[in-house]
């Protein structure tokens, strides 16, 4: 009797012999990625105000800071700024230790109760004269000034044509150095995640003088990767 011999093949191997064929069945290609970039003038900002106030009891601190928040909110209000602009953020209440050498032990001086507003503003112009009125009225922090702006899309789809413009002109050079011709878009990935607003401002906020602000120009980036198939389909 013939004895049959059985031959076992790992897995792996198969695997990657497979594989293999795979890559032999791709068509030749030429892969790169293109950047697009449009900048503008803002049109909105988005600031955060804060007010802090303290006294020698938890109530009378947070009493106080309540009626300053309350003017600002009015405040704001009186200069045109929407409700849905204006959102509360932190709410904090905590005691003032006296550290001092000369105590015995933490002693509670008094409390300090805060909260923060985050406002956008959309007439910029008028950005400078709401800041100043609002620190009038009892806000005594400005921070994480930002310049943005409202409405993206337009932009952000411009900057895309930019990168597939920037892509494909890469493509074309790569193909024409490499003596080969360039062939159909096979793949093209969008990896334009988002972008960042504008420059951001801290200051500690101070009446009696106009706040400075500086515009400055918000950059949209887009970020594309295409695969070009070398030849034709012929």
Known sequence: ???????????????????????????PRITVTGTG????????????????????????ALDAMNA?????L???????????DMQTGALQLYPLYNNSSLSSGNRIDGYRASTTIRVRVRDLATLGPVLDTVVSDGANTLSSLEFDIDDPDPLLDEARRAAVADARAAAELLAEAAGVDLGDVIELTDQSGGYSPGPVMMMEARSGGSVPVAEGEVTITANVTMVYRIGSDD
Do not use: W
């Not at 009015?74 to 849905?84: C, F, K």
């Open 37 to 60: 970039e449009v900048s503008a003038a803002p049109d909105i900002a988005l600031v955060s105000i804060g007010v802090t106030q303290e006294a020698e009891e938890s109530r009378a």
């Open 68 to 72: 300053a928040t309350a003017a600002v």
């Open 74 to 84: 009015e405040r704001m209000a009186a200069e045109g700024i929407a409700a849905a």
């Open 1 to 27: 009797m013939r004895k049959t011999a059985l031959i076992l093949i790992p897995a792996f191997l198969l695997a990657a012999a497979a594989s293999a064929g795979r890559a032999d069945d791709l068509p």
